[in-house]
């Protein structure tokens, strides 16, 4: 590596050569994109610029000469200072000289833009800030998630500029991001992601490309530019009947904002009693929707500061960096009513505003069930699992839902469509929905943007089925189908690919971009689908990965407690079970499965698995598995078509709040016996963790891992007279559970160990309160709150269900003799 004063010196070089020679076509090129700049300022569209090829110094002036002559065309048109970003790698020499070219170059020129120069490392610092130019240089990496963050940061008007190698050379680099998807085994990754995306820049609009090599330009824009249509403006009645001062409507820049900040006006009242107070905000991104959320946090808090001495504000959201809008708007709205705000930030980002009779704090998803606020706001909802977000629900009365349909953080319509659902069906709710539409940083039309959500499919969906859709699928005329990347990232088969995806946009709680190039350029991962014979739609998504068969220096580092690439399942079973064999078997790892939301519970997602386990047999393969977030429905799904739970990770994942489980199907003898013992481990290991680390699993999960896996024979407790005669008056007697709660945990151990029905089968409530209970010693409270009955009725439950564990493993019934005798005690 070159030091920082020989980069230096190399930048200084390379400026003074291509000073002397710059290109006449590139000249041209750039007094084009001048002349048209009022136009897209006029029209609120953005450009984006492709320059490729040529060493680092020819790369770095053209990026510095054309922000540069950009800027003064800003400064001309009597525009705000310019603010500019630009984005580099600076693990090579050639990255970090291209950025000292562009540098030097404006500083030369005296530019009066504000510049900020960073790593990608950072990207994620840059959500929801505003350029006008943003320079990406994707020499030596294309990561699709830093491209969703950064060139959505660009405003109407504003260019994007990036930085490549020769388009066809670049197809085959093997850059960063390809480098980390490689695995023991698969050392050559394909070469697809890339390829496509020079495709869709290529076809889109508003995009030029220059050959820096050849001085040559290879594509021009062909954007009609149009003005846009006057935004809606609101009457003076709205403001009349609005609760919030004007002067933070006045902060919107949409009537769609103002009218979103207006729906939680609905939240300054309490609930009535044994109601919710629900706002749903959606839209895709870039419509201000989290601003419009701070604005209306600030109207809540000073509505309400004359009958609370200070309102507790609670925000969450995937990441803090999700809510650094929402934070800035609110302390912007709150020094406009005149108060001073103090800001407490973390790592540099805000996580709390402090006001005189206010506090706005950021706290993960996980931990706000626990919290007490007046009222709770979920930014970026759609980047949270579904069934924690009814979790936060069911513990607050009061709170604003957010959630990114389509865009970088987005998870498609149908989250909204599904956590709607969810919030209709719970009847206590008072619900308020709103959806933006209208963008905030740029114009609607823009063909960057269309450009963005076309290349890495951010607004995919899945096919729409229509009645003779539905009649082949209920008369199974349904194939599996083998799906190659390199046919699947064209044109030609562009449908196919946005409804694969779209199924699992739909179903899984959080894609992003990088899923989509993993997709097409991870050598140990496939797609398979299951589609309808005769209409050709995807109705169930499959992405599979190929796992195990390592060498016995492998095997030994994962033992050890180290890391690899890939290989989940290997890694859990030799680090956990250390069960030496697992890492030589060969094994496929279902990575993701998701039906069609218009036809799930019809068992396509079976019929998935029965195929892919004949395709693994073909192959001689030893094993099936996966790992997900556990909720019961899922596991049931998994459990029902013969896999074995064999692992659950120590703790939950900070987003999903969900634990991850493995599950297991051996297909070779050796696999079988692999799954066998594991099953084994996972009994003992969530018994007798349940009152510890497990203390908070779901009692529906735990019961449904003890239902799907093998139990362990051995015989009843063998209690002595005392302790039986203990239990019988606590079931038949006035004495509570509290008083014999050392044995209900044995009888615990031994019920959902070794009986679960064999002898004895309790109701799926008498399960739930015994296991909660006894096993994870949970407060009555929190078991009856669960069970929506009061403390009493869930007590007596689980007397009842104590006298059948006592009849059946000790022969006592109400008519028994009782009491002991000291003669009858055995000695010690």
Same mark, same amino acid.
């Given at each position: 590596?070159?030091?920082?004063?020989?980069?230096?010196?190399?930048?200084?070089?390379?400026?003074?050569?291509?000073?002397?020679?710059?290109?006449?076509?590139?000249?041209? %090129?750039?007094?084009?994109?001048?002349?048209?700049?009022?136009? *897209?300022?006029?029209?609120?569209?953005?450009?984006?610029?492709?320059?490729?090829?040529?060493?680092?110094?020819?790369?770095?002036?053209?990026?510095?000469?054309?922000?540069?002559?950009?800027?003064?065309?800003?400064?001309? %048109?009597?525009?705000?200072?310019?603010?500019?970003?630009?984005? *580099?790698?600076?693990?090579?020499?050639?990255?970090?000289?291209? +950025?000292?070219?562009?540098?030097?170059?404006?500083?030369?020129?005296?530019?009066?833009?504000?510049?900020?120069?960073?790593?990608?490392?950072?990207?994620?610092?840059?959500?929801?800030?505003?350029?006008?130019?943003?320079?990406?240089?994707?020499?030596?990496?294309?990561?699709?998630?830093?491209?969703?963050?950064?060139?959505?940061?660009?405003?109407?008007?504003?260019?994007?500029?990036?930085?490549?190698?020769?388009?066809?050379?670049?197809? !085959?680099?093997?850059?960063?991001?390809?480098?980390?998807?490689?695995?023991?085994?698969?050392?050559?990754?394909?070469?697809?992601?890339?390829?496509?995306?020079?495709?869709?820049?290529?076809?889109?609009?508003?995009?030029?490309? /220059?050959?820096?090599?050849?001085?040559?330009?290879?594509?021009?824009?062909?954007?009609?530019?149009?003005?846009?249509?006057?935004?809606? !403006?609101?009457?003076?009645?709205?403001?009349?009947?609005?609760?919030?001062?004007?002067?933070?409507?006045?902060?919107?820049?949409?009537?769609?904002?103002?009218?979103?900040?207006?729906?939680?006006?609905?939240?300054?009242?309490?609930?009535?009693?044994?109601?919710?107070?629900?706002?749903?905000?959606?839209?895709?991104?870039?419509?201000?929707?989290?601003?419009?959320?701070?604005?209306?946090?600030?109207?809540?808090?000073?509505?309400?500061?004359?009958?609370?001495?200070?309102?507790?504000?609670?925000?969450?959201?995937?990441?803090?960096?999700?809510?650094?809008?929402?934070?800035?708007?609110?302390?912007?709205?709150?020094?406009?009513?005149?108060?001073?705000?103090?800001?407490?930030?973390?790592?540099?980002?805000?996580?709390?505003?402090?006001?005189?009779?206010?506090?706005?704090?950021?706290?993960?998803?996980?931990?706000?069930?626990?919290?007490?606020?007046?009222?709770?706001?979920?930014?970026?909802?759609?980047?949270?699992?579904?069934?924690?977000?009814?979790?936060?629900?069911?513990?607050?009365?009061?709170?604003?839902?957010?959630?990114?349909?389509?865009? /970088?953080?987005?998870?498609?319509?149908?989250?909204?469509?599904?956590?709607?659902?969810?919030?209709? $069906?719970?009847?206590?709710?008072?619900?308020?929905?709103?959806?933006?539409?209208?963008?905030?940083? /740029?114009?609607?039309?823009?063909?960057? #943007?269309?450009?963005?959500?076309?290349?890495?499919?951010?607004?995919?969906?899945?096919?729409?089925?229509?009645?003779?859709?539905?009649? #082949?699928?209920?008369?199974?005329?349904?194939? *599996?189908?083998?799906?190659?990347?390199?046919?699947?990232? $064209?044109?030609?088969?562009?449908?196919?690919?946005?409804?694969?995806?779209?199924?699992?946009?739909?179903?899984?709680?959080?894609?992003?971009?990088?899923?989509?190039?993993?997709?097409?350029?991870?050598?140990?991962?496939?797609? =398979?689908?299951?589609?309808?014979?005769?209409?050709?739609?995807?109705?169930?998504?499959?992405?599979?990965?190929?796992?195990?068969?390592?060498?016995?220096?492998?095997?030994?580092?994962?033992?050890?407690?180290?890391?690899?690439?890939?290989?989940?399942?290997?890694? =859990?079973?030799? +680090?956990?079970?250390?069960?030496?064999?697992?890492?030589?078997?060969?094994?496929?790892?279902?990575?993701?499965?998701?039906?069609?939301? #218009?036809?799930?519970?019809?068992?396509?997602?079976?019929?998935?698995?029965?195929?892919?386990?004949?395709?693994?047999?073909?192959?001689?393969?030893?094993?099936?598995?996966?790992?997900?977030?556990?909720?019961?429905?899922?596991?049931?799904?998994?459990? +029902?078509?013969?896999? +074995?739970?064999?692992?659950?990770?120590?703790?939950?994942?900070?987003?999903?709040?969900?634990?991850?489980?493995?599950?297991?199907?051996? %297909?070779?003898?050796?696999?079988?016996?692999?799954?066998?013992?594991?099953?084994?481990?996972?009994?003992?290991?969530?018994?007798?963790?349940?009152?510890?680390?497990?203390?908070?699993?779901?009692?529906?999960?735990?019961?449904?891992?003890?239902?799907?896996?093998?139990?362990?024979?051995?015989?009843?407790?063998?209690?002595?007279?005392?302790?039986?005669?203990?239990?019988?008056?606590?079931?038949?007697?006035?004495?509570? /559970?509290?008083?014999?709660?050392?044995?209900?945990?044995?009888?615990?151990?031994?019920?959902?160990?070794?009986?679960?029905?064999?002898?004895?089968?309790?109701?799926?409530?008498?399960?739930?309160?015994?296991?909660?209970?006894?096993?994870?010693?949970?407060?009555?409270?929190?078991?009856?709150?669960?069970?929506?009955?009061?403390?009493?009725?869930?007590?007596?439950? %689980? !007397?009842?269900?104590?006298?059948?564990?006592?009849?059946?493993?000790?022969?006592?019934?109400?008519?028994?003799?009782?009491?002991?005798?000291?003669?009858?005690?055995?000695?010690?």
């Amino acid at each position: 590596m070159l030091n920082r004063r020989e980069i230096e010196d190399i930048a200084k070089k390379n400026i003074i050569e291509n000073l002397s020679q710059v290109s006449p076509v590139y000249k041209k %090129l750039v007094n084009r994109i001048r002349r048209n700049t009022k136009k *897209y300022i006029e029209s609120r569209h953005r450009r984006l610029i492709v320059l490729s090829g040529g060493n680092p110094g020819k790369q770095g002036f053209a990026a510095g000469y054309l922000t540069h002559y950009y800027s003064l065309e800003l400064d001309k %048109l009597g525009e705000d200072r310019p603010k500019i970003l630009y984005m *580099y790698h600076d693990e090579s020499d050639d990255s970090r000289i291209r +950025k000292e070219v562009f540098r030097q170059f404006l500083k030369m020129r005296k530019d009066k833009a504000q510049r900020e120069i960073d790593v990608y490392e950072k990207s994620e610092r840059y959500l929801g800030t505003t350029y006008d130019v943003v320079i990406l240089d994707l020499t030596d990496d294309l990561r699709p998630n830093d491209l969703g963050r950064l060139v959505e940061t660009v405003k109407g008007g504003g260019i994007v500029v990036f930085i490549t190698p020769n388009l066809k050379e670049w197809e !085959k680099k093997l850059t960063i991001f390809k480098q980390r998807l490689l695995v023991p085994g698969f050392l050559e990754p394909r070469h697809v992601f890339i390829k496509w995306f020079v495709q869709t820049l290529i076809e889109a609009q508003g995009t030029y490309i /220059y050959d820096l090599e050849n001085d040559s330009l290879l594509k021009s824009a062909n954007v009609k530019l149009e003005k846009p249509e006057n935004m809606e !403006k609101l009457n003076e009645e709205f403001f009349t009947g609005a609760k919030f001062p004007r002067k933070l409507y006045e902060l919107a820049v949409t009537a769609d904002q103002i009218k979103a900040a207006n729906s939680l006006e609905s939240l300054i009242d309490k609930p009535r009693k044994g109601k919710k107070k629900v706002v749903l905000i959606v839209a895709d991104r870039g419509r201000g929707k989290s601003c419009a959320l701070g604005i209306g946090l600030i109207g809540i808090a000073e509505s309400l500061k004359s009958v609370k001495h200070k309102v507790r504000i609670v925000v969450t959201s995937p990441e803090p960096q999700n809510v650094q809008s929402l934070f800035n708007l609110a302390k912007k709205a709150s020094e406009t009513l005149g108060y001073k705000v103090n800001v407490v930030r973390k790592g540099g980002a805000i996580i709390e505003l402090q006001g005189p009779f206010y506090s706005i704090e950021y706290w993960p998803p996980m931990s706000v069930p626990k919290i007490r606020g007046d009222i709770v706001a979920v930014d970026e909802a759609s980047g949270i699992h579904v069934p924690l977000l009814m979790n936060i629900l069911k513990y607050h009365d009061r709170i604003a839902f957010s959630a990114t349909l389509h865009g /970088y953080e987005g998870g498609g319509r149908g989250f909204s469509v599904r956590f709607l659902g969810e919030l209709k $069906n719970a009847k206590n709710v008072e619900l308020t929905t709103c959806e933006l539409k209208a963008p905030i940083r /740029y114009g609607e039309n823009d063909p960057v #943007e269309a450009w963005l959500y076309r290349s890495l499919l951010l607004d995919a969906e899945p096919d729409s089925l229509t009645e003779e859709d539905i009649k #082949e699928i209920d008369s199974g005329e349904l194939e *599996y189908v083998k799906l190659e990347p390199e046919e699947l990232f $064209n044109k030609e088969n562009e449908g196919i690919l946005r409804s694969l995806f779209g199924i699992y946009v739909l179903a899984h709680y959080r894609n992003q971009p990088d899923d989509l190039a993993m997709l097409a350029d991870a050598p140990h991962h496939f797609i =398979r689908a299951i589609m309808t014979k005769k209409t050709k739609k995807v109705l169930c998504s499959l992405q599979v990965a190929i796992e195990g068969g390592l060498d016995e220096q492998t095997i030994e580092t994962l033992l050890r407690g180290n890391k690899i690439p890939g290989n989940i399942i290997p890694d =859990r079973v030799l +680090k956990h079970l250390r069960i030496w064999e697992m890492g030589l078997l060969k094994g496929l790892r279902v990575v993701r499965i998701a039906t069609h939301p #218009e036809v799930q519970g019809k068992g396509i997602g079976s019929f998935a698995l029965k195929k892919l386990e004949e395709e693994a047999y073909n192959l001689r393969l030893d094993w099936i598995g996966s790992g997900f977030g556990v909720n019961a429905k899922l596991l049931g799904f998994w459990i +029902k078509n013969g896999f +074995k739970p064999i692992h659950i990770s120590p703790d939950r994942n900070p987003i999903s709040g969900e634990y991850t489980v493995i599950v297991l199907k051996g %297909l070779s003898e050796i696999a079988k016996k692999v799954q066998e013992e594991g099953e084994k481990y996972m009994r003992r290991k969530l018994l007798k963790s349940l009152r510890d680390v497990y203390n908070d699993l779901e009692a529906e999960v735990a019961l449904g891992i003890l239902r799907g896996i093998s139990a362990i024979p051995s015989d009843p407790p063998k209690l002595n007279e005392m302790d039986v005669d203990r239990l019988w008056i606590y079931v038949y007697g006035p004495m509570t /559970y509290e008083a014999v709660s050392d044995l209900m945990w044995e009888l615990a151990l031994y019920y959902f160990g070794s009986d679960m029905g064999k002898n004895l089968k309790l109701n799926e409530t008498e399960e739930i309160i015994f296991l909660s209970k006894a096993l994870q010693g949970r407060s009555w409270g929190d078991i009856s709150k669960q069970l929506s009955m009061r403390d009493i009725d869930a007590m007596q439950k %689980l !007397k009842d269900a104590s006298r059948e564990l006592l009849k059946e493993y000790y022969g006592k019934s109400a008519n028994s003799s009782i009491g002991i005798h000291l003669t009858t005690l055995p000695s010690e």
